[in-house]
Each structure stands twice: as structure tokens, then as C-alpha cells.
T-cell receptor, first 114, second 116 residues
Framework: EAGVAQSPRYKIIEKRQSVAFWCNPI?????LYWYQQILGQGPKLLIQ????????DSQLPKDRFSAERLKGVDSTLKIQPAKLEDSAVYLC????????????FGPGTRLTVT | AQKITQTQPGMFVQEKEAVTLDCTYD???????LFWYKQPSSGEMIFLIY??????QNATEGRYSLNFQKARKSANLVISASQLGDSAMYFC?????????????FGQGTELSVKP
């Protein structure tokens, strides 16, 4: 079974530029999560999708971050414009609807904003 | 609000010995889940073990066991017979109740170094 795929793995941009990350969850997983992990901290949820609907985006900085999950499969997370404090690893995870616990994580995208 | 606390920024253990990584949590919910994840230097989060709040027995998965003390709100991870490949960051996390979204809340992590 293929795992959660993310691209790109690394991205370096200048502040005020825009960037987009892509995630392909495990086939059949209805729930998709985007986490932000700043160096030295644990991951923090940015947004959670159930199929193509948003369940929780309470910690998403909506003035600069946006995310979508068209057709309930792939998802993209966009930052526009980027700030220095957005430098972090962006992790995508998915879980099977109805499973009580296990989230499977992708390898992450490491973003550096200069 | 739910909170996870890991008070050990770094730990050292000798190969083949056991090690305990501490985790305490704070919640007013009766239904919740507790997790441990391993994050090697490559960056991916690897699920290790899960304990439900209503589970009476401590969870075990191979060399990993979770010492669940509900009254003390602690969920320590015990790794037996440490291996060099166990060197990584370890995160404790709590899942919110599903009627609140079910998201994971992570602690700050503990960096484990296994010495040969």
C-alpha cells in the first residue's frame, strides 16, 4: 500500500513570495490533515478535511494561508505572501474514516523563507 | 483546553537498556486517545502506540509499551532493549474527542540518543 505522498520535499523562497504544497493521501482515506511543525516544536494542526469539506481550520492564518481538497482526494496548501515565521516543515496526514485513531503521515515539505 | 507536556528535551540510553519517556496531559474530556510517534531525522512521523482513555490495560506493541496512569494524567512510553535505530525525536500526542474534530495535539518532543 502506497503511503502519503507530498511534494516538493524542500522549498526555499523569499519573503512576500507565494508557495504551494501538494499532498496525495492513502487511497480510501477520507480524512486529510495539514500540520505545521516549527523547528524544535511538535506539529500543530492547520486544517482538517473530511472528504472535500473542512472540519477544522481554527488555527489556519486565513489572511495568508489557504487550502483546498478538490474531489476529496489530493490537497494543496498555499501561502501568499510568505513571512519569515512560516519557515517550518509542513506535514500532511490521512486517516481512514471510521478508524478511531491512526493517522499516517507523509515525509513533509521543509520550507525556508529568507 | 487540552495540553500535552513532555519535560525531557533530551535523553540518553545505553544500547540494549530500557528507557522511559515522560508525558503528562491535561483535559476535561472523558473520552480521548493518547499516542506516541517517532520522528527520525528524515522527518516522517511514525506511529508507535495508542491508548484509549477507557482502555484498562496498558497498550503494548513489540518493544514499546505505554504506562498509562489515568489518575495522574500520565502516559509514559517505555522502550525496552534500546537499539541504535531508536535514536530519534519522540512525540506524545492526544486526540480530541471526535465531536470536537478529533485533531491531534502534540507535545514538544523528547530527543532520544542511543549510545553503543
Amino acid at each position: 500500500e502506497a503511503g502519503v505522498a507530498q511534494s516538493p520535499r524542500y522549498k526555499i523562497i523569499e519573503k512576500r513570495q507565494s508557495v504551494a504544497f501538494w499532498c496525495n493521501p492513502i487511497s480510501g482515506h477520507a480524512t486529510l490533515y495539514w500540520y505545521q511543525q516549527i523547528l524544535g516544536q511538535g506539529p500543530k494542526l492547520l486544517i482538517q478535511f473530511q472528504n472535500n469539506g473542512v472540519v477544522d481550520d481554527s488555527q489556519l492564518p486565513k489572511d495568508r494561508f489557504s487550502a483546498e481538497r478538490l474531489k476529496g482526494v489530493d490537497s494543496t496548501l498555499k501561502i501568499q505572501p510568505a513571512k519569515l515565521e512560516d519557515s517550518a516543515v509542513y506535514l500532511c496526514a490521512s486517516s481512514f474514516q471510521g478508524r478511531s485513531y491512526e493517522q499516517y503521515f507523509g515525509p513533509g515539505t521543509r520550507l525556508t523563507v529568507t | 483546553a487540552q495540553k500535552i507536556t513532555q519535560t525531557q528535551p533530551g535523553m540518553f540510553v545505553q544500547e540494549k537498556e530500557a528507557v522511559t519517556l515522560d508525558c503528562t496531559y491535561d483535559t476535561s474530556d472523558q473520552s480521548y486517545g493518547l499516542f506516541w510517534y517517532k520522528q527520525p531525522s528524515s522527518g516522517e512521523m511514525i506511529f508507535l502506540i495508542y491508548q484509549g482513555s477507557y482502555d484498562e490495560q496498558n497498550a503494548t506493541e513489540g518493544r514499546y509499551s505505554l504506562n498509562f496512569q489515568k489518575a495522574r494524567k500520565s502516559a509514559n512510553l517505555v522502550i525496552s532493549a534500546s537499539q541504535l535505530g531508536d535514536s530519534a525525536m519522540y512525540f506524545c500526542a492526544m486526540r480530541e474527542p471526535w465531536n470536537q474534530g478529533g485533531k491531534l495535539i502534540f507535545g514538544q518532543g523528547t530527543e532520544l540518543s542511543v549510545k553503543p
